[in-house]
């Protein structure tokens, strides 16, 4: 990661440009003699009482809070609230209009060498508006408050709807730099009435950079880091799909009030819902660089063409049935199904690769890792499962990653050994320098060939996948809405309209008559496997697209129940790649049904699972494990703890138990889905979901090694 002195940012300003550039870098000394006796001074006043702020403080003092208010910014920091703020020195906003002269976007490196005053107005909202976070009533971030993992993201998004990134800084005179750009070691966290204040020796401007145009760019610019990756993925037609990133009807129809704001039908427990402001679409490339296509290759990055990258996969029988032509824009051509692989349709900054929360031993205090943890994604193109895998023991994230896990009866799920031909692909860190710095996508750099072959097939069909619910929904990820920390209820409550009104959920339908609602939970000690939950009310009738299988074969799709009350309802499933002619799945699931309980508002009655708590006799355990099998239940993953993450592990709870709803043959060429409709007429009962389980008849039928109680 590159040092003080040498963040750039690249993004598009009126209609006079295209793009600009801002370099990060200060020298300058700031008296922090008195930085903690200012806790009784607005950000405002504080600002306006030091000379070093001067510059940010007049451009705080003309630029409104937004285009319908004549409030300006230095008024809304002056007022109560708590807001974060990156603030630009004198030096470091110079240092700013610098690099824009030698970009040749002004004429002079000053506000005076803009071309009109509506490009110097635009700009000027670029620097106030990406150095303020609105935490509402309760957020603001301390340094100690900053994501964990290297290059992670702050989820409460600045003025201008960005999140903005942490990196530890390696120079011993900067503390991190945010979005590439250097906060000043020893002028942070400055306490303030109304929030907190951080010192930047660099403007924080991040690139408006589609991935679709920034691949455009080092094609065009022959720049190498990744310019071979790049070339394939326009080759196949890739482009306008990946410039894409705001959906302008539904923030069009959101202005214009054409679906609730806000929402609290149905019991909802004194909560409000929110519907999202934004539509976002994003993306993720594990690419590989420039640097492994010259090994591979043999010769220079700027020298490689699209045939010689395709007679390299072909020589070495990649993708055996795809098509050997031309037509790179096919799904079933070779070049698109490799490069298509890469692709993810979220975007996904490092501290969302894989999420960590319930599983066991993992202190969410310290952020110390504990049991290994899989997130399951599906690719663009052809549809195929992408693995993203971290424990303790693989000192990373990695794709396609299967180790052997401790996972006895007795075990703790760690990883014990990885033979070389499973350790999968380490991930290395974003270059978020720059023009690099891409708005709606995140890409990462791998030093192996990334395919679907058939170990990585057979790997995944031999292992359970498990899934959180919110984890196959792109616009979950997209627009931050999964497991979101930040703790205000517009992020934490979410509704989402029903398909009738707008599509927000592209692989959902949610009826008329359906509620569809969301809680992040991160802020509750709710015990789902990772915080959130669905909550879906009304009349309830629901489908989803699900993931597709490795291989063809016998699949079990369990579905996890948490139940501790009797407002829960009864549904029934349907299943099948028919979208009109899904085919009823068994009798109705009674979502009041614990381990011991059928929970009804009328008291507890007994439950017909066959759950019995663990004893030391691991053999009797098993045994109980068939016996709920048998009825089509199971226990809760062992995986998952519901107190604090050593103990009260969801196998020993027994209102966490496991559903198995289908057994049926699935093809990995063909799409399936998931219907959940109500047989009840209370509006106030509700569907529950958390997490989904896909276990191959070679798991759970294996007569010489027995899932995994994990």
Not at 411 to 439: F, K, M, Q, T, W
Not at 447 to 462: E, F, H, I, V, W
Not at 688 to 710: F, G, H, Q, R, S
Request: charge should be negative.
């Amino acid at each position: 990661m590159m040092s003080r002195g040498t963040g750039k940012s690249l993004f598009a300003i009126a209609t006079f440009f295209a793009v600009f550039f801002c370099l990060g870098s200060c020298t300058e000394t700031i008296d922090s003699s008195s930085r903690y006796v200012f806790k009784d001074v607005t950000i405002a006043e504080y600002l306006q009482n030091h000379e070093q702020y001067s510059e940010y403080v007049r451009l705080l003092s003309q630029v409104p809070v937004s285009r319908i208010s004549e409030t300006t910014l230095i008024q809304l920091l002056s007022a109560r609230g708590n807001y974060t703020i990156f603030a630009p020195t004198n030096d470091a906003i110079q240092l700013y209009l610098d690099t824009l002269w030698r970009k040749g976007i002004i004429s002079e490196p000053s506000w005076d060498g803009f071309p009109s005053e509506r490009a110097r107005d635009s700009i000027e909202k670029v620097v106030v508006y990406n150095s303020i976070l609105d935490g509402g009533d309760n957020t603001q971030y301390y340094t100690y408050d900053f994501p964990t993992q290297q290059d992670g993201e702050i989820s409460l998004p600045n003025m201008y709807d960005r999140r903005l990134s942490v990196h530890l800084s390696d120079d011993s005179l900067d503390l991190y730099l945010i979005n590439n750009e250097p906060m000043d070691v020893r002028n942070h966290d400055i306490p303030a009435i109304n929030g907190v204040i951080h010192a930047m020796n660099g403007v924080v401007a991040p690139s408006n950079n589609s991935l679709g145009h920034w691949m455009f760019d080092n094609i065009d610019q022959g720049r190498e880091g990744f310019r071979v990756a790049s070339m394939l993925a326009l080759a196949c037609g890739l482009r306008d799909t990946l410039e894409k990133y705001q959906d302008q009807v539904y923030e069009d129809k959101y202005l214009r009030g054409d679906f609730k704001v806000s929402t609290n039908e149905y019991d909802l427990e004194g909560y409000t819902f929110y519907t999202p402001e934004h539509r976002y679409y994003g993306f993720t490339y594990f690419a590989e660089t420039d640097s492994f296509w010259t090994a591979e290759i043999g010769k220079p990055a700027l020298e490689i063409t699209v045939e010689d990258v395709v007679a390299y996969l072909d020589a070495k029988g990649i993708y055996p049935e795809a098509a050997r032509n031309t037509d790179y824009e096919d799904e079933g051509n070779l070049l698109n199904q490799f490069v298509t692989y890469h692709l993810l349709p979220e975007r996904l900054p490092t501290n969302h690769l894989v999420y960590h929360w319930s599983e066991y031993g993992y202190n969410r205090n310290m952020k110390q890792l504990g049991s290994a943890v899989s997130e399951f994604y599906t690719t663009m193109g052809k549809r195929r499962l992408l693995k993203i895998f971290e424990s303790k023991e693989s000192k990373g994230v990695y794709l396609n990653r299967f180790p052997v896990l401790n996972n006895g009866r007795d075990g703790d799920y760690h990883e014990l050994s990885c033979a070389p031909e499973n350790e999968g692909i380490y991930i290395g860190l974003p270059n978020l320098e720059g023009e690099n710095n891409v708005r709606n996508a995140m890409v990462y750099p791998i030093g192996k060939l990334l395919y679907y072959d058939d170990l990585t097939r057979d790997n995944m069909q031999q292992n359970r996948i498990r899934y959180l619910v919110s984890s196959i929904i792109p616009e979950f990820m997209n627009n931050d809405i999964r497991m979101c920390e930040v703790a205000q209820d517009k992020y934490r409550n979410v509704y989402i309209p029903s398909t009738s009104d707008y599509n927000y959920l592209e692989g959902v339908n949610i009826t008329d008559d359906t509620r569809f609602y969301y809680w992040a939970g991160t802020h509750a000690s709710w015990g789902n496997y990772q915080s959130d939950e669905f909550t879906i009310r009304g009349i309830q009738d629901v489908t989803f697209t699900l993931p597709p299988v490795p291989r063809r074969g016998t699949y079990e799709i369990r579905y996890a129940i948490q139940n501790g009350g009797n407002k829960r309802g009864m549904v029934q499933f349907y299943w099948g790649s028919d979208l009109e002619k899904l085919a009823p799945m068994g009798i109705p699931l009674d979502l009041r049904m614990s381990g011991l309980y059928l929970r009804t508002t009328n008291g507890d009655l007994p439950s017909d699972t066959g759950w019995e708590q663990d004893t030391d006799d691991n053999d009797y355990n098993a045994e109980v494990d068939k016996r709920m099998r048998n009825k089509g239940f199971m226990k809760g993953a062992a995986q998952q703890c519901t107190r604090d993450n050593t103990t009260g592990q969801a196998r020993t709870n027994e209102s966490i138990i496991r559903r198995i709803i289908v057994r049926q043959t699935m093809d990995p060429d063909k799409t399936y889905y998931l219907r959940f409709k109500t047989v009840m007429d209370d509006p106030t009962r509700f569907l529950y979901m958390d997490y989904l389980e896909y276990v191959a008849k070679e798991v759970y039928d294996n007569p010489e090694t027995p899932e995994d109680i994990w």
